[in-house]
């Protein structure tokens, strides 16, 4: 959604957008078994809390992706077209970039510039492959997904240079600010998430008209499922008397709360027409907020330590919503279930639209 929205925004302004098919190289059964092992150092003997391990197979891996690939892929080629060809290390993309003589390269947005998520992406996503060329630099909407620095010393000193070389810095958070001040010694300007650049209406636009005359009470997008996000959701619902409805993948930790299987997402456009009709949104996903705020659902957010706090606090500061993010259960209260002040927030995000326009139309001038 984050391709479709800047894709579609740049169209609007009179580009030619193309995605750079950058992909991560398969790894192997032994590096993944070395992988897991620290993580479970990490989180049982070091007693990290930060560390978030996912034990579902390999097999049912691939078959979620295989059954998720085959509506998303439709919405990429009939939306977000064209793009590269698919490049699996940064020699072959740096090798192969001139030939699209590209007037200017953009990167962003979610947690690209986090390490740990980045892996062997990483110095493209700081633009490395262009390799001294005149093509113009543009981060827009950047994210580092936490306040805490995850950079070695190395991987400071290579992104600080590559980032230097950048015409125009954007980020997510407002900590990103900060700590692109402090780490790599260039000022970057704070600019909403490429999602929130279109209207409702774009959006609308993509879902078919039977969908849209779908009855949604309770609408439950989470990425991560525990006892408590339950209690959550049990109380809502009981206290409007809604009907759940959920979008969301089944993991082991759900399978031992003795919760039904629930549906992988069947289209992108069924995934929108959640946000665009539910009555209450529960969610634990930073898109799963945005689309909440861009649609005008009321909603309750639960915080998710493990994956990056400073995305959703940065997120909700812009609009002045921070009340709504809990951190457990037991932080439910009446307020948090009455109704927002939509138009207040709307006018806040016309104000940030046009400043995000604004950087965009500048950095590529």
């Given at each position: 959604?984050?391709?479709?929205?800047?894709?579609?925004?740049?169209?609007?302004?009179?580009?030619?957008?193309?995605?750079?098919?950058?992909?991560?190289?398969?790894?192997?059964?032994?590096?993944?078994?070395?992988?897991?092992?620290?993580?479970?150092?990490?989180?049982?003997?070091?007693?990290?809390?930060?560390?978030?391990?996912?034990?579902?197979?390999?097999?049912?891996?691939?078959?979620?992706?295989?059954?998720?690939?085959?509506?998303?892929?439709?919405?990429?080629?009939?939306?977000?077209?064209?793009?590269?060809?698919?490049?699996?290390?940064?020699?072959?993309?740096?090798?192969?970039?001139?030939?699209?003589?590209?007037?200017?390269?953009?990167?962003?947005?979610?947690?690209?510039?986090?390490?740990?998520?980045?892996?062997?992406?990483?110095?493209?996503?700081?633009?490395?492959?262009?390799?001294?060329?005149?093509?113009?630099?543009?981060?827009?909407?950047?994210?580092?997904?936490?306040?805490?620095?995850?950079?070695?010393?190395?991987?400071?000193?290579?992104?600080?240079?590559?980032?230097?070389?950048?015409?125009?810095?954007?980020?997510?958070?407002?900590?990103?600010?900060?700590?692109?001040?402090?780490?790599?010694?260039?000022?970057?300007?704070?600019?909403?998430?490429?999602?929130?650049?279109?209207?409702?209406?774009?959006?609308?636009?993509?879902?078919?008209?039977?969908?849209?005359?779908?009855?949604?009470?309770?609408?439950?997008?989470?990425?991560?499922?525990?006892?408590?996000?339950?209690?959550?959701?049990?109380?809502i619902a009981s206290h409007f008397d809604y009907t759940v409805?959920?979008?969301?993948?089944?993991?082991?930790?759900?399978?031992?709360?003795?919760?039904?299987?629930?549906?992988?997402?069947?289209?992108?456009?069924?995934?929108?027409?959640?946000?665009?009709?539910?009555?209450?949104?529960?969610?634990?996903?930073?898109?799963?907020?945005?689309?909440?705020?861009?649609?005008?659902?009321?909603?309750?957010?639960?915080?998710?330590?493990?994956?990056?706090?400073?995305?959703?606090?940065?997120?909700?500061?812009?609009?002045?919503?921070?009340?709504?993010?809990?951190?457990?259960?037991?932080?439910?209260?009446?307020?948090?279930?009455?109704?927002?002040?939509?138009?207040?927030?709307?006018?806040?995000?016309?104000?940030?639209?046009?400043?995000?326009?604004?950087?965009?139309?500048?950095?590529?001038?």
């Amino acid at each position: 959604m984050q391709a479709f929205a800047l894709v579609t925004i740049l169209k609007n302004i009179g580009h030619e957008p193309w995605l750079i098919k950058r992909e991560s190289s398969p790894v192997p059964r032994l590096k993944r078994i070395k992988i897991v092992a620290k993580q479970l150092i990490k989180k049982y003997i070091l007693r990290r809390t930060n560390i978030d391990i996912d034990f579902t197979s390999s097999h049912v891996k691939k078959r979620r992706r295989e059954i998720t690939r085959q509506h998303i892929q439709r919405f990429i080629t009939q939306y977000i077209s064209p793009h590269t060809d698919y490049y699996y290390s940064s020699d072959a993309l740096s090798r192969n970039i001139n030939k699209y003589q590209f007037d200017a390269c953009i990167v962003g947005s979610d947690q690209v510039w986090r390490p740990r998520y980045a892996a062997d992406k990483l110095q493209d996503f700081f633009l490395g492959f262009l390799n001294g060329s005149q093509t113009k630099r543009i981060a827009y909407a950047a994210s580092f997904g936490t306040e805490d620095w995850e950079f070695s010393q190395e991987q400071t000193q290579q992104c600080a240079k590559l980032l230097k070389e950048f015409d125009a810095v954007s980020v997510r958070e407002n900590s990103g600010v900060e700590l692109c001040k402090k780490k790599f010694g260039v000022a970057a300007e704070q600019v909403l998430d490429p999602t929130l650049l279109l209207q409702q209406r774009d959006y609308l636009k993509l879902i078919r008209h039977d969908d849209k005359q779908k009855l949604i009470e309770l609408f439950v997008y989470l990425i991560d499922t525990t006892a408590d996000k339950e209690a959550v959701i049990s109380n809502i619902a009981s206290h409007f008397d809604y009907t759940v409805s959920r979008i969301n993948k089944v993991t082991l930790r759900e399978e031992s709360l003795g919760l039904p299987e629930q549906p992988v997402v069947s289209s992108v456009e069924d995934w929108l027409n959640n946000f665009a009709n539910a009555k209450f949104i529960i969610t634990d996903s930073f898109h799963g907020c945005a689309f909440a705020i861009l649609f005008n659902r009321p909603f309750v957010v639960y915080a998710s330590l493990s994956r990056g706090l400073s995305r959703f606090t940065s997120l909700l500061s812009i609009f002045g919503l921070e009340d709504r993010l809990i951190y457990s259960s037991e932080e439910l209260s009446d307020k948090l279930l009455e109704d927002i002040d939509w138009e207040r927030v709307n006018a806040i995000l016309a104000e940030n639209r046009e400043q995000a326009l604004l950087f965009l139309t500048k950095a590529l001038s």
